[in-house]
């Protein structure tokens, strides 16, 4: 006759199961905090860096690979930062701008402070008058012709906004308006990253 002793503990399939569940849940959080993540996207000391070219030779330039751009930092803009949009742009704002507003003018989230920053091949172009005019050749060419836009050999980079103040206070939308201006500009004189 045998005897059987009574086991405890897990069994080989749950200890493998509990460790499987774990490592999905690590790893879905780390993918969301990447993604997410403000910082990863913010300026660093990395992507300024000092030129010599058409500017000034002390100018600064953001280097944006996402638009394939190195955009020009004047003083209202020199703490520019950016993070994707879920509309598939790039999104501005300036750290002074955000700590201002107590962070409803940052380029996280949907607000849009500086609009939004769009790269648009130019095989993608349209004729059609019926068509937006971010879709159209002739529309982007009139907003280069005004300053709101840069025509590359192949693309053009444009922005697209403010669409409306981040903010209930005068002196916060007045910076708005400022930097929205000095963005456009600098998008205006930007330069393709090769």
Not at 70 to 96: A, C, M, R, W
Not at 124 to 144: A, H, I, N, Q
Request: some cysteine; overall charge neutral.
């Amino acid at each position: 006759m045998k005897i059987y002793k009574k086991q405890s503990g897990f069994s080989g399939l749950e200890l493998v199961l509990a460790v499987a569940l774990t490592a999905l849940l690590v790893g879905g959080g780390v993918y969301i905090y990447t993604t997410k993540s403000p910082s990863s996207n913010q300026m660093s000391s990395n992507q300024v860096k000092k030129t010599s070219g058409n500017q000034k030779s002390d100018s600064q330039y953001l280097k944006v690979p996402e638009l394939g751009v190195e955009i020009p930092l004047s003083n209202d803009i020199k703490d520019l930062q950016y993070s994707k949009s879920s509309y598939g742009g790039i999104v501005f704002s300036t750290k002074k701008l955000s700590e201002s507003s107590k962070g409803f003018c940052s380029e996280v989230g949907e607000s849009y402070p500086l609009g939004i920053t769009y790269k648009k091949l130019k095989t993608s172009l349209s004729t059609d008058p019926e068509s937006r005019w971010t879709d159209r050749l002739d529309g982007l060419k009139d907003s280069v012709q005004k300053g709101h836009a840069k025509e590359f050999e192949d693309f053009f980079v444009y922005n697209d906004g403010p669409q409306a103040p981040c903010s209930d206070e005068e002196s916060v939308n007045e910076m708005q308006s400022v930097q929205s201006e000095a963005l456009d500009k600098a998008i205006s004189q930007s330069r393709e990253i090769k």
